[in-house]
């Protein structure tokens, strides 16, 4: 079974920062997609950038880029110039043959 | 693009009644939609997967008598919870997948909050 771990309940930030959010996955597969979605308090989950694991080149949405290194089965997210509006639970997030798998999430708060 | 509805935002009904929820792809034709349940500060637990015109997938422990999902069209999904009880309060997400263009991406609706009473 597919796990995603995220190990960082909460982090925060300051403003204009850069802030970098972990997460690890286990699998045995080897062609899959990665994700990360952002949870504001409306609770509507946004897509914030998806990898497939089949690129070796690491995907980058504006200020959202991630490091993905697949042998060690790693996909953190760097978040850089960190607006108040980035506030939000951040979902690592795993899927294989439409089967998606959540980490526990990370709460970033962005100060001020 | 990509834009998923869920009716209604929120609910409140008495225990032993049956509730259904609407989960609509606005602007594309979903392959494959699936539904969530979420705790307060906990992640998204995956309850079913449905394709349209077949039988949904439940998850081990969800049970489908209770938790009755209809897909109907490649834009409409229904989840109704029969008999709810007190218990069944949460938020139920839904979501949808297009398979394009990069496949297994699931754009997710704004979620219902129910409460049973």
Not at chain 1, 68 to 83: H, N, T, W, Y
């Amino acid at each position: 079974a597919q796990t995603v771990t995220q190990s960082q309940p909460e982090m925060s930030v300051q403003e204009a920062e850069t802030v970098t959010l972990s997460c690890t996955y286990d699998t045995s597969e080897n062609n899959y997609y990665l994700f990360w979605y952002k949870q504001p308090p409306s609770r509507q989950m946004i897509l914030v950038i998806r990898q497939e694991a089949y690129k070796q080149q690491n995907a980058t949405e504006n200020r959202f880029s991630v490091n993905f290194q697949k042998a060690a089965k790693s996909f953190s997210l760097k978040i850089s110039d960190s607006q108040l509006g980035d506030t939000a639970m951040y979902f690592c997030a795993f899927t294989y043959n439409n089967d998606m798998r959540f980490g526990a999430g990370t709460r970033l708060t962005v100060k001020p | 693009g990509a834009v998923v509805s869920q009716h209604p935002s929120r609910v409140i009904c008495k225990s032993g009644t049956s509730v259904k929820i609407e989960c609509r792809s606005l602007d594309f034709q979903a392959t494959t939609m699936f539904w969530y349940r979420q705790f307060p500060k906990q992640s998204l637990m995956l309850m079913a997967t449905s394709n349209e015109g077949s039988k949904a997938t439940y998850e081990q422990g969800v049970e489908k008598d209770k938790f009755l999902i209809n897909h109907a069209s490649l834009t409409l999904s229904t989840l109704t919870v029969t008999s709810a009880h007190p218990e069944d309060s949460s938020f139920y997400i839904c979501s949808a997948s297009t398979g394009l263009p990069i496949p297994e991406t699931q754009y997710f609706g704004p979620g219902t909050r129910l409460l049973v009473l």
